[in-house]
């Protein structure tokens, strides 16, 4: 096995999964469905249920967003295998994006839904209520594309 790769950085992932599940069993035990309390004036938390992917998109379809979360985790993995361990920033995006899909892909395997409980609002507005595992994609994401698309250095002349 290639001792330099980024497999190091499973513990993130581990660190994410763990935050997540725990955040979500806490908000089961403690709240009722679609209980709310707010916190500011602008965020609450509230427990729904998503039974969808983001935005509740592909609602009903359990058995093809369990496909897709396997497939992204084993990509991931190896991306993981194959970078370097001094990828620091595109390991760690990595492992938020693979500890956030492994939290949703436990809520779906075991409840059979998504556990969401962030709840921002300003106004009339509302954001889509979301979770730990959610936040952590979307910020492993934002790192990923900063790390593959910035701009290359330019050498002086």
Not at 124 to 129: A, D, G, L, Q
């Amino acid at each position: 096995m290639k001792k330099d790769n980024g497999l190091y950085w499973l513990l993130v992932t581990i660190v994410i999964f763990v935050i997540d599940i725990a955040s979500k069993f806490f908000i089961i035990d403690k709240f009722s469905l679609f209980e709310s309390v707010n916190l500011l004036p602008f965020f609450s938390i509230t427990y729904v249920r998503n039974i969808g992917a983001a935005f509740s998109f592909f609602e009903g379809q359990r058995e093809m967003l369990v496909a897709i979360a396997l497939i992204i985790s084993v990509v991931i993995m190896h991306m993981l295998y194959r970078n370097s361990r001094q990828k620091k920033l595109e390991n760690f995006s990595l492992s938020l994006i693979l500890g956030g899909a492994l939290g949703n892909l436990f809520d779906r395997l075991y409840h059979g839904f998504v556990v969401d409980f962030l709840d921002v609002n300003f106004g009339s507005w509302h954001y889509p209520t979301f979770n730990v595992a959610d936040c952590a994609i979307c910020i492993g994401i934002g790192l990923f594309i900063f790390c593959n698309y910035k701009k290359p250095k330019q050498t002086a002349e």
